[in-house]
């Protein structure tokens, strides 16, 4: 099995990151990282495997090298170096004293389990205000994680933004190598963001949770919203786990009441339209020179809180209103099908305990 061999400090509870830092299958492949929560913490670790003649090893040794940081926001500024060290474990075992001078530079106070005032900060996954809303996760080469994300979803983006929006618990499945899966997690994160102020105070927190293994099983059970990656099939099977399951391109769920959220509505296509068209004028603007500041991850995100910000606002609008009364007309000014998105809105005002009363049950207001 996998162990610890070194950490820092040495008292820290680590007990299963030897499992979240090192992905169940990654002994098929050469290399990956992989992002995951400990506790209150984040963490991002860098595996390599490297062939060696040695009958006690098996004839390949493996190692990861990851960091533990109470955000995951700038954890991918350290990928280069991680990825250094591995290779440099891999090679020479047993000498840490780069890790320990990168330890003695960059340690901070960590939260701890003890109740001190560190611990009892609140901790906010999906902050509200742009700027910082906005972590730099770029991916390990020119395209953009939220590049890739749509590219690999297409229209299934808008599924996965309902979801998202509806709190759901959503669980990616995929083969390794998993870094590329764990930005699949953020993106999806991203789908919700709202940036109203006063909005679903009682509304579950949506966890960017990343890798997830069978060691996290029982803490999985106690969650009521999140988003993670697994590469271990076993999960498929454990439907008490989560609510919505996404293997590749393929997103499902198993409760009968969300399966018409699965289909792809006329109001859904003009969403993607309206995005691809926006990425389009994105890259003409920056082809002619005329605009190098944007970037497609502030499209992307922009893209989906406005989108969001505009149903919450005309929601909020009704909810204050004498009659209270949503209607198809409303739906529609809400970029929403009146029809195919009838579950969905009732769904959208339990979850966020909006008082508005839905009008349109009859197909004529379409």
């Not at 290399?31 to 004839?59: H, Q, T, W």
């Not at 997830?212 to 803490?219: F, K, L, Q, R, S």
């Not at 198809?328 to 809105?345: N, T, V, Y």
Request: glycine fraction near 6%; proline fraction near 5%.
């Amino acid at each position: 099995g996998n162990m610890v061999e070194w950490c820092l400090p040495q008292d820290i509870d680590l007990e299963g990151v030897e499992f979240k830092s090192m992905a169940s299958g990654s002994h098929k492949i050469q290399s990956d990282f992989i992002y995951f929560r400990k506790g209150l913490c984040f963490g991002l670790a860098c595996f390599a495997n490297m062939p060696v003649e040695s009958e006690l090893e098996r004839g390949a040794r493996m190692k990861s090298v990851g960091i533990l940081s109470p955000s995951y926001t700038l954890l991918y500024r350290y990928m280069h170096f991680l990825e250094n060290q591995v290779r440099h474990q891999l090679e020479m075992p047993g000498h840490y004293s780069h890790l320990e001078a990168f330890y003695d530079d960059k340690k901070g106070v960590l939260p701890d389990s003890k109740g001190t005032p560190s611990s009892q900060q609140p901790v906010h996954w999906l902050p509200s205000i742009h700027r910082y809303m906005y972590p730099e996760m770029k991916i390990t080469h020119p395209a953009g994680c939220m590049s890739q994300f749509i590219k690999f979803f297409g229209e299934q983006i808008l599924v996965l933004w309902k979801f998202a929006l509806l709190r759901k618990r959503i669980l990616i499945f995929s083969p390794p190598p998993v870094g590329v899966v764990c930005y699949r997690v953020y993106c999806c994160c991203c789908l919700a963001n709202v940036s109203l102020p006063g909005l679903g105070g009682t509304v579950p927190e949506s966890k960017p949770f990343f890798y997830v293994n069978v060691a996290d099983i029982e803490m999985l059970e106690t969650e009521v919203s999140y988003v993670a990656c697994t590469t271990e099939k076993i999960f498929e099977q454990k439907r008490d786990l989560y609510d919505v399951y996404v293997d590749n391109q393929n997103v499902k769920t198993h409760h009968e009441h969300l399966q018409p959220l699965l289909k792809i509505n006329n109001a859904d296509k003009e969403k993607y339209r309206r995005l691809n068209d926006q990425r389009q004028m994105l890259m003409y603007s920056q082809e002619v020179g005329e605009d190098c500041s944007s970037c497609e991850e502030d499209l992307f995100i922009l893209f989906f809180m406005e989108q969001n910000n505009r149903i919450f606002q005309t929601l909020m609008e009704v909810s204050a209103s004498q009659d209270k009364t949503l209607t198809a007309e409303h739906a529609r000014g809400m970029g929403l099908d009146p029809q195919g998105d009838r579950s969905f809105l009732m769904d959208l005002l339990e979850v966020y305990g909006i008082d508005v009363m839905l009008v349109i049950d009859n197909p004529c207001c379409t």
